[in-house]
């Protein structure tokens, strides 16, 4: 994808990176219900692993295989599923693309829940999941490569295609491929290649199924944006870290008065941890590039030691917003949506950070900082 | 635009509130309790109240109620300099100092238990001022209250009962009705038959805000009564007036605030409890359906909103600045929205969250929702 261009284009962009990992969420958190809410299949399945680090048997952690889920279904048999927005479809990149995979195409230690001790089941299946647009190109593609030897895959690697219908997400086997479900050994209720293949069905969940989901883990494995993360911590984090006398404050006097906040990223990663048991994730990467972007916006400032000062408050729209039309349109409906407002703050961090000139029709006013303007070298963009 | 809307918003609300008190000057002004009628028991107490009201036919009892987990005597601690308690028998009676001249100016009302972790505040009074204070009294206590809001069709079941309990008849006298969409719609209604005022304000899908309303047959009853809990005494059976008005109130909002205790998310678990608003009919058919829901969390005083998901299907992250409750908001389905309460937060946000949600959106019932079983075969197609 080209680099935006004008502001209203880093805008969008931002936007669209938000709610590409929304939508990998949702993806994710489908097959999380599959495996944990639907009665005749979490009883046949160990343990559902939205936050998987797999590592080989015999090797170590930094070696670690980070899928968007993985499946133990029983000591005999895993899957591994990874949700992609999109696979190149020029020659190169696409053989590039699926050599990656065959990183998880090796034995691998899977979480087991209950037990203690992971386990490395006899065989694993891969599942690549991927919109619908281009799916069945790219099966075409793979079987082509695998019969030309160009491509060699252990264990089995299938591909699925998603797409939304009818309030619903349909996830379906594309057709053509040589490849199945390896899953023989396992209870009949569980058995994708018995449905999924032989019977042609598709799975079909919603997102009032998927909801309660969401709303506990709202994270994947995949790396968020950090304007994800921001927003994650603008409304579910920060207040926590306000004193007393901050929040008496904000009850009596309104909550758009900035309160800074001092913090340092391993106490923002302890506090998330404290709170919301999603410290599984990657949150010291994520929360030092979040925090990093909110020195580019202006709204924090990193000062010695490691120590970030956050300044907090309800985001509005009086800091402005550009008027190029795609953005006048989103921002009709929701004036005081944060990410959009965050998006504002972040596109003109990152103008700033390249020296252009200030457009003030276009650019929210870079608010007064209260403890001096953010020193260029200190900027961290996440480009 | 968003902050010129919620001020001109503001501005018609007090100006119908302007031209509810101009109708009132037919009707009776209020008057300030003396302090000698505060009796042991409030039960007692009322009834002289209502004496009181009886021969001056300006006066008047005005009740509040509000869910609170601490007693009295907790809940205004930090207010002791300007609230003195005192305790009765059956409840406890308090005396604010107020005004620049302290001990010169003052207030006295009682309070009492009128359900679980309900408390109801009353005094008697002919200003509204008066009544002012003492809602922006306990307003300065949230969020350790919540108000007991109802919704129109919770008034309107109250005066149902109490027409199927009394066998009289129950009449409009005045009332007050708001468009949920349509900021600053307003109807007023003067003289009509219950039903046909709650019959019209739905048609027009509006939700009544206030009621001043006269009960007639067997009993007399001349009385008042406010979404927010708030309800009036002007003459007529007081004893009447407690069993089905007072006890009502206290009963259909504590069902409410019962489902709001105990949702928040406790820290560090990965379980969520959820509560559902549920419209009873169609909400969402589209777009512009969802657009305008999330319009109305939009205007949510003192919070913030994120867009995670608007269309076809709603998720909105939502951190009420009043005490840092933060929820995640779903419009998943045709007839309801889910609400997941997040860590922290607190029942009294939640409340002013749905009540939100009924005054901007459409009114619903509250309800816990029972975690669905779903079977292999709903998920295949």
Sequence with gaps: ?383 | MNRARKFVLELRRRSALAQVLTLDKKMPQQLQLTGGEFVDHWRDTLELCAGVCTRNRRAKIFFTTFFSEKPPHALFGRLSRLVKLTKKTDYWFASLVRGAKRGRTKLKFGLFQSGDNAWTAFTLTKTIANEAVLLRLLAALSPDISEAYLTSNEIRSIFEEFEEREGATVSVNKAVAYSHRHEGQISFFKNEAYDAVFNKAENEGKFVDKVDFSLTGPHFLHGFLARNGVAKFMAGDIGLFQESILISVARISSSKHGVFRNSSRQPGSTEVSAIAVQFGETAFRGRDDNVAFISSLDQMARSGIAVLHENPYVHVSLIDFLDGSAFDIFATSRKAVTIVPQVGASPFSLNRLCNHIFENFREGAIVRPEERVCTIEEVLA
């Design chain 1, 1 to 383: 994808m080209a680099e935006p261009q004008t502001f209203s284009e880093c805008v969008d962009k931002l936007l669209d990176d938000f709610k590409l990992y929304d939508k990998t969420v949702d993806l994710v958190s489908c097959w999380e219900f599959l495996y944990t809410k639907v009665a005749s299949v979490r009883d046949k399945v160990l343990h559902f692993d939205r936050f998987p680090r797999l590592i080989s048997p015999e090797g170590n952690e930094r070696d670690r295989k980070t899928p968007d889920f993985a499946v133990l279904v029983s000591d005999r048999y895993g899957i591994i599923g990874d949700v992609k927005s999109g696979f190149p479809l020029e020659e190169v990149a696409f053989q590039r693309h699926l050599e990656r995979l065959k990183k998880y195409d090796q034995p691998l230690s899977f979480k087991s829940g209950k037990k203690s001790e992971p386990i490395s089941p006899t065989t694993h299946d891969i599942l690549l999941i991927i919109p619908f647009r281009d799916a069945q190109e790219i099966v075409v593609r793979i079987e082509d490569l695998r019969s030309k030897g160009k491509v060699k895959f252990e264990r089995n690697l299938l591909v699925f295609e998603w797409v939304y219908e009818s309030d619903e997400y349909i996830f379906r086997k594309v057709a053509g491929q040589t490849a199945d479900f390896s899953d023989s050994c396992v209870p009949e209720e569980v058995r994708l290649s018995k449905q999924l293949t032989s019977l042609g069905r598709s799975l079909k969940i919603s997102p009032d199924h998927i909801k309660l989901i969401k709303a506990t883990w709202q994270f994947c494995n995949d790396e968020p944006k950090p304007i994800y993360t921001i927003v994650f911590l603008w409304t579910k984090i920060l207040y926590h870290l306000l004193n007393e006398r901050q929040r008496e404050l904000w009850r009596r006097k309104n909550p758009q008065k900035e309160l800074p906040i001092d913090v340092t990223v391993q106490q923002l990663v302890d506090k998330i941890s404290e709170l919301y048991p999603i410290a599984w994730g990657h949150w010291t990467d994520w929360i030092t590039s979040a925090l990093d972007t909110l020195v580019t916006t202006g709204l924090a400032a990193r000062i010695p030691d490691g120590h970030y000062v956050i300044r907090y408050r309800n985001l509005t729209r009086e800091v402005g917003e550009p008027g190029s039309p795609p953005l006048a349109t989103r921002g009709a409906h929701h004036p005081a949506e944060y990410a959009k407002i965050l998006a504002t703050y972040i596109c003109k961090g990152l103008r700033h950070k390249k020296g252009e000139t200030e457009c003030p029709d276009e650019a929210p006013a870079q608010p007064d900082l209260p403890f001096g303007p953010t020193a260029p070298q200190e900027s961290a963009a996440d480009e």
